[in-house]
């Protein structure tokens, strides 16, 4: 291995047959992979033998796993008795087997964000200041950016069920870092609606804003508003898919949270609908309904289309609904 040498002088390896009893599996202090353990990995082990022995540190009890997870469980699930297996002492330093562990799995493939954020994890106890640890990564085939490793340090406290949405690319690291920032069954909760729905980042973001804004002013959590029966029956609704209930709960928690604005567009409408507009002409309000300027647009491909909508303006303008739009306070 390329990084042999280099850790050689404080990892002596010995080579053993271990029982399989006597490895401690529920001891994760190394565990760097986020992988599952596949059935192609264990018929591959039963038909070809463990061609990889894993590196494990004698304790107390036995030994615990330095690099190997998926590979000594495939072995149980193989019903394999004993493996194959590379061995340190006791007394051998932490470090030295976090950096084997985040070695023998960095330099032989990419490292998805979470186990990138578990080695960041590990290693910072060692270093003294962001620029040590920035070094150290380096060398061990890390991102080594002072800003990316503070991001990855940040979404290790994340729940394991965001960290799986992380890795599904249902959540992105931009937005694990907002939830990171919140309490943890809020960001749950709102994680496992993005999930549900299958929301681009624009849509989470717009929806947790909303969210959180209701939440202050109403004095609510989340989970609270979530539960409401409105929002309950949007998201239950067998009748709508998944698009059709995120457009829904869109509209929903727009209307609460911008009731006002709400109330003027609805009369806006019930206005304009009074007026009778020719299909090609439209009636736009300011944004926001902020300000008095109007917009008004013709859509024609003929002059007596023009002609047309021209006389029909020509009408609305002495129109008691076009009066109200323009008179409102």
């Known amino acids: 291995m390329p990084f042999a040498s280099w850790l050689d002088p404080n990892m002596r390896l010995t080579e053993a047959h271990i029982q399989l009893p006597r490895i401690n599996e529920t001891d994760r202090s190394f565990q760097i992979t986020t992988a599952p353990v596949t059935g192609t990995l264990i018929s591959s082990i039963r038909r070809m033998g463990l061609l990889n022995p894993p590196v494990l540190q004698e304790i107390e009890s036995g ?24 061995t340190v002492s006791r007394d051998t330093a932490s470090l030295d087997c976090i950096q084997w562990a985040i070695a023998e799995n960095a330099f032989q493939r990419n490292l998805n964000l979470i186990e990138q954020s578990r080695a960041m ?28 490793i503070q991001k990855l340090r940040r979404i290790a406290n994340l729940s394991q069920a965001i960290q799986e949405m992380i890795l599904s690319d249902t959540i992105s690291l931009s937005m694990a870092l907002e939830l990171a920032q919140m309490d943890s069954l809020q960001a749950l909760g709102l994680a496992a609606l993005f999930d549900r729905l299958k ?7 717009e929806l947790m804003v909303f969210l959180q804004e209701i939440g202050a002013r109403e ?6 508003i979530l539960a409401d029966t409105p929002v309950v029956k949007i998201l239950n609704d067998d009748q709508s898919d998944r698009v059709q209930k995120a457009y829904r709960l869109r509209e929903y928690l727009r209307r609460q949270r911008y009731a006002e604005i709400t109330r003027v567009e609805a ?31 013709l859509s024609f491909s003929r002059i007596d289309q023009l002609q047309a909508q021209l006389n029909q303006l020509c009408q609305v303008v002495d129109h008691s609904a076009l009066k109200e739009i323009l008179n409102r306070s």
């Open 63 to 86: 030994f615990r796993i330095i690099s190997g997870f998926r590979r000594v469980a495939a072995c149980r699930n193989a019903g394999i008795d004993s493996i194959p297996a590379r």
């Open 121 to 148: 994890v590990l290693l910072s106890p060692f270093c003294k200041n962001p620029k040590a640890l920035s070094g150290m990564a380096a060398e061990l085939g890390l991102p080594d950016n002072i800003g990316v």
């Open 199 to 205: 929301l681009g980042l624009n849509r989470q973001r």
């Open 219 to 224: 004095g609510k959590s989340i989970a609270e």
């Open 267 to 297: 009369e806006f409408s019930d206005r304009v609908a009074c007026l009778n507009l020719d299909s090609g002409i439209r009636l736009m309000p300011p944004a926001n309904f902020e300000g008095m300027d109007y917009r008004l647009t």
